[in-house]
């Protein structure tokens, strides 16, 4: 193992030991154009104690480190907040190669660790709210089951005044940089709110509750440590705020405008959609499938109060981006939508029939029966698709406060 790489103190007794990923550009199907990377945490305590591991194939490089403060052969204890592979992929062999005294994670964890790995190695579970001695400081540990798995855990270091968040309050950013304020305002807003709408979107009502318990135990936070992304050292209160908000699903009014098209006619619809929204007094935020990724879209959902597709018809059904943007949707349960469906077609005109009915599937209130044209659509077609949009706006003046 060479010691190419170093760690970074983050507190007198912490250091990040973690791994930068700058090659990944796909998570689940989560475009990761900034790369990301899988954080880990040494404190050094009495009992020397890691949190969380990394992926797999970045073990070396988080051993490495950890060797540019410690023999990593001097680790007590490992701590595992969340067991997906991205944070535990190297733990069997940091297991076998360390050999720590103990190695920590949830009820819930421990069995997952162990069917994950087929392992024998003993995985010691803690309960919601249990602490562990570490000697001279202490760790308590908090479930935060389904955020975003049910095993999910927190780990609060009272003695420094960090919370160790595992994915919560995360983001997928490759960065030589280690903290929030050191990265431009713009990318750090966006990569929360892309990691929130595309991770923790669909447990909102648990993220809205399990912050709820958190404030409630009043917990003194200096730090947040997540497991990807910056350390959050300034923005606290401002990314604590932000889940809150994202956990409202609060609609404003916004209307989002998703297409594909094959000869520009179903395009033309979607601008006409546009005008009418802006025309009556809502915002239009037109996204087109040819130039957006289905997880970029999903970061528009957050605060819309409207989602409106538009897909030509291809073969008795709807194009494929479109159907792949719609089923994605779908699985992040977005709520308190209004929507409708535009499209054009050549001789038979299924598309806005069955991008109804998804919708309906993700329970969006449709506003009125779509627009279909047929071929390139008429002065008539497109004042129709104005009028739609006209007809969006005044339902999301009525339904939206901002």
Same mark, same amino acid.
């Given at each position: 193992?060479?010691?190419?790489?170093?760690?970074?103190?983050?507190?007198?007794?912490?250091?990040?030991?973690?791994?930068?990923?700058?090659?990944?550009?796909?998570?689940?199907?989560?475009?990761?154009?900034?790369?990301?990377?899988?954080?880990?945490?040494?404190?050094?305590?009495?009992?020397?104690?890691?949190?969380?591991?990394?992926?797999?194939?970045?073990?070396?490089?988080?051993?490495?480190?950890?060797?540019?403060?410690?023999?990593?052969?001097?680790?007590?204890?490992?701590?595992?907040?969340?067991?997906?592979?991205?944070?535990?992929?190297? /733990?069997?062999?940091? =297991?076998? *190669?360390?050999? !720590?005294?103990?190695?920590?994670?949830?009820?819930? #964890?421990? $069995?997952?660790?162990?069917?994950?790995?087929?392992?024998?190695?003993?995985?010691?579970?803690?309960?919601?709210?249990?602490?562990?001695?570490?000697?001279?400081?202490?760790?308590?540990?908090?479930?935060?089951?389904?955020?975003?798995?049910?095993?999910?855990?927190?780990?609060?270091?009272?003695?420094?005044?960090?919370?160790?968040s595992q994915?919560?309050?995360?983001?997928?950013?490759?960065?030589?940089?280690?903290?929030?304020?050191?990265?431009?305002?713009?990318?750090?807003?966006?990569?929360?709110?892309?990691?929130?709408?595309?991770?923790?979107?669909?447990?909102?009502?648990?993220?809205?509750?399990?912050?709820?318990?958190?404030?409630? /135990?009043?917990?003194? =936070?200096? *730090?947040?440590? !997540?497991?990807?992304?910056?350390?959050?050292?300034? #923005?606290? $209160?401002?990314?604590?705020?932000?889940?809150?908000?994202?956990?409202?699903?609060?609609?404003?009014?916004?209307?989002?405008?998703?297409?594909d098209t094959?000869?520009?006619?179903?395009?033309?619809?979607?601008?006409?959609?546009?005008?009418?929204?802006?025309?009556?007094?809502?915002?239009?935020?037109?996204?087109?499938?040819?130039?957006?990724?289905?997880?970029?879209?999903?970061?528009?959902?957050?605060?819309?109060?409207?989602?409106?597709?538009?897909?030509?018809?291809?073969?008795?059904?709807?194009?494929?981006?479109v159907a792949?943007?719609?089923?994605?949707?779908?699985?992040?349960?977005?709520?308190?939508?209004?929507?409708?469906?535009?499209?054009?077609?050549?001789?038979?005109?299924?598309?806005?029939?069955?991008?109804?009915?998804?919708?309906?599937?993700? $329970?969006?209130?449709?506003?009125?029966?779509?627009?279909?044209?047929?071929?390139?659509?008429?002065?008539?077609?497109?004042?129709?698709?104005?009028?739609?949009?006209?007809?969006?706006?005044?339902?999301?003046?009525?339904?939206?406060?901002?």
């Amino acid at each position: 193992m060479t010691k190419q790489f170093s760690a970074l103190k983050v507190t007198d007794h912490i250091y990040w030991v973690g791994a930068i990923d700058w090659a990944l550009h796909d998570f689940h199907g989560y475009l990761t154009s900034r790369g990301t990377s899988y954080n880990a945490y040494l404190i050094m305590a009495e009992k020397i104690t890691l949190v969380d591991t990394v992926k797999a194939a970045f073990k070396d490089e988080m051993l490495s480190r950890v060797a540019s403060v410690i023999d990593p052969g001097q680790i007590s204890y490992v701590i595992s907040n969340h067991s997906e592979m991205d944070h535990s992929g190297c /733990l069997p062999d940091l =297991i076998r *190669l360390v050999k !720590p005294q103990k190695v920590f994670a949830s009820v819930i #964890g421990a $069995k997952t660790l162990k069917e994950h790995f087929h392992t024998d190695d003993e995985i010691v579970a803690v309960k919601d709210g249990q602490a562990v001695s570490l000697g001279n400081m202490t760790l308590r540990f908090f479930e935060t089951k389904m955020l975003h798995w049910p095993d999910s855990m927190i780990a609060h270091l009272p003695d420094e005044s960090v919370l160790f968040s595992q994915d919560g309050f995360g983001m997928h950013l490759a960065s030589s940089e280690r903290f929030d304020d050191e990265i431009s305002d713009e990318i750090l807003l966006y990569e929360s709110a892309k990691y929130y709408a595309n991770i923790l979107l669909p447990w909102s009502a648990i993220v809205a509750k399990t912050l709820q318990k958190l404030l409630q /135990l009043n917990l003194t =936070i200096k *730090l947040i440590a !997540p497991d990807h992304g910056p350390i959050w050292r300034k #923005g606290v $209160k401002r990314i604590v705020d932000l889940y809150l908000k994202w956990s409202e699903r609060a609609p404003a009014k916004k209307a989002v405008i998703v297409y594909d098209t094959m000869w520009q006619s179903t395009a033309k619809m979607a601008e006409a959609v546009a005008e009418g929204v802006t025309a009556g007094g809502g915002q239009a935020k037109v996204m087109p499938l040819s130039a957006q990724h289905r997880s970029d879209i999903a970061v528009e959902m957050l605060d819309a109060g409207a989602l409106l597709v538009g897909s030509p018809t291809i073969n008795n059904t709807i194009f494929p981006t479109v159907a792949d943007m719609l089923f994605y949707l779908r699985g992040l349960k977005p709520h308190n939508l209004i929507g409708a469906a535009f499209g054009s077609y050549g001789w038979s005109g299924e598309a806005v029939g069955i991008m109804e009915s998804i919708l309906q599937e993700m $329970k969006v209130e449709l506003v009125e029966k779509g627009v279909s044209a047929r071929y390139v659509p008429t002065d008539e077609d497109l004042s129709r698709c104005v009028s739609l949009g006209q007809r969006v706006a005044e339902k999301l003046k009525e339904r939206c406060k901002t």
